[in-house]
C-alpha cells in the first residue's frame, strides 16, 4: 500500500524543480561560494540569484536576506541577537513554536496569553508592554508567529506591529513565518516586522536551510561569527545547494499560491466533513475560517492521541499530535492549553495538515483509516 502524508506542517516533499534546481550544486558545481576563483564565483552567482528570488517574493531587498541553517536557526538568531544588541527582554505569546517560546524563557522573557483559536491578545499584549514601560525594563524584541503550526491559525501582523510601535517602541518584531510561504502572501506581512524566519523543508525544498530577513539592514547581533558570510550575520560555509533549492520552492510557492489555496480548502473540507459526518465526538479544533487552507486539525473524544498515531502508522497513514511525553505521563500540546483546550479533550488530538502533494486519495485514504482507527479504538 502506499503512504498517505497528511503530516505537511511537519514537513513537505520536495517539489521536482528544487531537486533538480539542488543536484548540479550537489554534483559538478560544488566550489566554496567564498573562493576567489570562476568555480566560486559561479557558485556565489547561484546565491545571489537565489537571494534576489528570495527577496522578490518576500517583498524586501535582497540585501535584507540572511541565509541560515534552519527555521530553529533563525528564530534564535533573531531573538538572542537582539537581546544581545539592546539587553531588553524578550516577548512573545504562549502558544510560539518551542523554536521561539524556549528562546524567551530561556532569556528570562514574557509570555502573553492568546485567544481561542491561538491568535496573540492584543489586548494582553498591550497591557504586558505597558507595564514592563512601567517597571523600566526595556524590550528587545516581540516574536508573533504568521500562521501556528499546530492549529492553523493566522495572527495579523499588521496589527502586532501597531501595538508593538506604540506601547514598546523601541522593540523590535519578529515574526516565525516558517509555517506561512503556502497560505500567506508574505509581501503583506514582511512591510510590518523587522524580522522575519522561513525554513526550507516547509515548503517544498530541503531540510537544513533557512531564512532570517533583516528589514532594513542589520539590526541584531550575529549568533554564529566565525568566516564573516552572509556579510558578517551569519558566518559558515554556504549550503549552496539547498539556498538554491529552497528558492525555486519558494517561487514556485508562491507562483502556485492562488490555485493551491482553493484546491486545498476543498480537500481539506471534504477530509474533515468526513470525519465529522462518519465518527461521533470529532471537534473541529478552531473554525476553518479562522485558519490556512491546508490545515485540519481536531479532537476526538474518546481516544487518546498516541494510540491513534500508533493504528494510523499501521495503516501507512502520517498524522500527527503534538502531544509531549514528559516523565512518563502524556501531555496534552502548549498550544492547545494556552488557547484553553480543556485538557480531556486535548489528549484526542490529531493534525492532519495538506500540502502541494495533497491527492483526492489521501483523503479519502485518510477518511477511511482514521474512521477505522478511532472505531477499533473505542470498542
Ligand atoms: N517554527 C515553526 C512554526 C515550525 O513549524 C517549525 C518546524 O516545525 C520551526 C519553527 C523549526 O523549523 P526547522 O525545522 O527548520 O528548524
Known amino acids: 500500500m502506499s503512504l498517505t502524508y497528511l503530516d505537511h506542517a511537519a514537513s513537505t516533499p520536495m517539489r521536482p524543480e528544487a531537486i533538480e534546481a ?18 566560486a564565483r559561479q557558485a556565489r552567482k547561484a546565491i545571489d540569484e537565489s537571494r534576489d528570488v528570495v527577496a522578490s517574493v518576500l517583498g524586501c531587498r535582497p540585501n535584507d536576506v540572511v541565509f ?21 527582554v524578550a516577548v512573545c505569546p504562549a502558544d510560539e513554536h518551542h523554536a521561539v517560546l524556549e528562546v524567551v524563557e530561556h532569556h528570562s522573557g514574557v509570555v502573553v496569553g492568546v485567544d481561542a483559536v491561538g491568535r496573540v491578545d492584543l489586548d494582553a499584549l498591550a497591557t504586558t508592554l505597558d507595564d514592563l514601560a512601567g517597571r523600566d ?7 508573533v508567529m504568521t500562521v501556528n503550526n499546530e492549529v492553523g491559525s493566522i495572527n495579523d501582523l499588521a496589527a502586532v506591529s501597531r501595538v ?43 531540510k537544513g ?3 532570517l530577513v533583516e528589514r532594513g539592514g542589520p539590526k541584531i547581533d550575529p549568533l554564529i561569527i566565525g568566516g564573516g558570510q552572509e556579510r558578517e550575520r551569519r558566518s559558515g560555509t554556504h549550503n549552496v545547494a539547498g539556498i538554491v533549492a529552497m528558492a525555486t520552492a519558494l517561487k514556485s510557492t508562491d507562483d502556485e499560491r492562488a490555485t493551491e489555496i482553493p484546491r486545498l ?7 474533515v466533513d468526513g470525519l465529522v459526518g462518519g ?48 516523565s512518563g505521563a502524556m501531555e496534552p500540546s502548549h498550544v492547545l492549553a494556552a488557547m484553553g483546550v480543556d485538557r480531556s479533550v486535548a ?10 502533494a495533497s491527492t483526492d486519495a489521501d483523503v479519502d485514504r485518510g477518511i477511511e483509516a482514521i474512521t477505522a482507527a478511532v472505531t477499533r479504538l473505542r470498542r
Open 265 to 271: 480548502t476543498s480537500l481539506r473540507d471534504g477530509l
Open 164 to 206: 508593538v510601535r506604540r506601547h514598546a517602541p523601541g522593540a523590535l518584531v519578529h515574526t516565525d513565518a516558517v509555517q506561512a510561504p503556502s497560505w500567506v502572501d508574505l509581501r503583506e506581512v514582511t512591510p510590518h516586522v523587522d524580522l522575519l524566519a522561513l525554513s526550507g523543508h516547509k515548503f517544498g525544498g530541503p
Open 137 to 143: 525594563v526595556a524590550v528587545a524584541i516581540v516574536s
Open 209 to 211: 536551510v533557512g531564512v
Open 347 to 356: 489528549m484526542g488530538a490529531l493534525r492532519l495538515s495538506l500540502g502541494h
Open 68 to 88: 541560515t541553517g534552519c527555521g530553529t536557526e533563525s528564530d534564535n538568531m533573531a531573538i538572542t541577537g537582539a537581546i544581545a544588541r539592546s539587553s531588553g
Open 279 to 326: 465518527l461521533d465526538g470529532v471537534i473541529e479544533t478552531i473554525p476553518r475560517e479562522d485558519k490556512v487552507a491546508g490545515s485540519a486539525h481536531v479532537c476526538i473524544s474518546g481516544i487518546e492521541s498516541e494510540s491513534l498515531l500508533f493504528l494510523l502508522d499501521e495503516a501507512d497513514v502520517c498524522a500527527s499530535a503534538a502531544s509531549a511525553c514528559a
Open 22 to 39: 539542488m543536484m548540479p550544486f550537489l554534483a559538478t558545481s560544488y566550489a566554496n561560494p567564498s573562493g576567489s576563483h570562476r568555480f
